[in-house]
């Protein structure tokens, strides 16, 4: 059960792969949209915190010492039958992990997913 666990922690990790990044000179942020898949996290029957699938993100932006991600996605797993909260659980961009995240995945799979990093 643990190893199962490690390795959907580790495929959440897997935040997003950008292509396209833009950068605004004039208060030195980098956002990027709609640019890239982020494994999102899913509950198994009894609730508990799962790989549930891909999502795709809506937001990455990087200002100053910090980076936030945020991640939607549908036709995610969710086996318990009722909308789950996830937070605290490993999350990872190209700035690093974190535990500062936040999931929610509805009854019938819908996710969002966000986290922050702090470098």
């Known amino acids: 059960m643990k190893t199962v666990l490690v390795v959907c922690l580790v495929l959440i990790a897997i935040a ?3 292509t396209n990044v833009k950068a ?3 208060n030195s942020a980098v956002v990027i949209k709609n640019d890239g898949a982020c494994g999102m996290p899913g509950s198994d029957a009894n609730g508990n915190l799962i790989a549930g699938g891909l999502g795709q993100v809506t937001t990455d ?3 100053n ?3 936030m991600l945020s991640c939607k996605g549908t036709d995610i797993t969710n086996l ?3 909308g789950q909260h996830f937070s605290g659980f490993l999350c990872g961009t190209f700035a690093g ?3 500062d995240s936040h999931a929610t995945v509805s009854k019938d799979g819908q996710a969002t ?3 922050i990093v702090h470098f």
């Open 16 to 18: 997003a792969i950008p």
């Open 24 to 26: 605004d000179s004039t």
């Open 61 to 63: 932006v990087t200002n």
């Open 65 to 67: 010492n910090q980076q």
């Open 80 to 82: 318990s039958g009722q």
């Open 97 to 99: 992990p974190t535990t």
């Open 113 to 115: 997913l966000t986290c």
